[in-house]
T-cell receptor, first 112, second 116 residues
Framework: GDSVTQMEGPVTLSEEAFLTINCTYT??????LFWYVQYPGEGLQLLLK?????DKGSNKGFEATYRKETTSFHLEKGSVQVSDSAVYFC???????????FGTGTKLQVIP | DAGVTQSPTHLIKTRGQQVTLRCSPK?????VSWYQQALGQGPQFIFQ???????QRGNFPDRFSGHQFPNYSSELNVNALLLGDSALYLC???????????????FGPGTRLTVL
């Protein structure tokens, strides 16, 4: 079945540092890939997405490229801010209905 | 637009009891999915409702059941609660187009269920 593996957290970075959160997936067919963010006490928000190979999703300075050859969708940001502190989930959707498969999440803490 | 709303925000139950959680989808959305998020874990898909029928189900026992109403709102029912059912329950809504494609999923803030 479908599965998503993302790097263990927590990740602690200083403000303005470079961020990479690794994500790899296993899926049948050609899934759509997502990064969701969950701020403390809140629900999930879609951060970015990519629907086909080589697509790059981007939003709020975050980027991720759909790499079919390595089945990866790593999240990057060039300069993190304290306000980026949250839990980040890599996820995929395949098939006709809307079941989304999530990774276990990576907690990011950015310190001033 | 209120977005996806869920009630209640928090709930405390004891083992063996039954619970009902409620979800109102975002305006214009007709499809509702439910997820269970245990502490420190990613959300796990429970089931999805479209046109008042369960369309897809994850790996959850029959103690978990649901319903969708004509106004597209939905309920999640859990019977015979176990300690392991303690989690954040998330509702997500989307719209299914005439061609059968789904739009972006929007998540509600969740209901925090604690089973003692």
């Amino acid at each position: 079945g479908d599965s998503v593996t993302q790097m263990e957290g927590p990740v602690t970075l200083s403000e303005e540092a470079f961020l990479t959160i690794n994500c790899t997936y296993t899926a049948t067919g050609y899934p759509s890939l997502f990064w969701y963010v969950q701020y403390p006490g809140e629900g999930l928000q879609l951060l970015l997405k990519a629907t086909k190979a080589d697509d790059k999703g981007s939003n709020k300075g975050f980027e991720a490229t759909y790499r079919k050859e390595t089945t990866s969708f790593h999240l990057e940001k060039g300069s993190v801010q304290v306000s980026d502190s949250a839990v980040y989930f890599c996820a995929l959707h395949s098939g006709g209905y809307q079941k989304v498969t999530f990774g276990t999440g990576t907690k990011l803490q950015v310190i001033p | 637009d209120a977005g996806v709303t869920q009630s209640p925000t928090h709930l405390i139950k004891t083992r063996g009891q039954q619970v009902t959680l409620r979800c109102s989808p975002k305006s214009g959305h007709d499809t509702v999915s439910w997820y269970q998020q245990a502490l420190g874990q990613g959300p796990q898909f429970i089931f999805q409702y479209y046109e008042e029928e369960e369309r897809q189900r994850g790996n959850f026992p029959d103690r978990f059941s649901g319903h969708q109403f004509p106004n597209y709102s939905s309920e999640l029912n859990v019977n015979a609660l176990l300690l392991g059912d303690s989690a954040l329950y998330l509702c997500a809504s989307t719209h299914r187009s005439g061609s059968g494609r789904f739009g972006e999923q929007f998540f509600g803030p969740g209901t925090r269920l604690t089973v003692l």
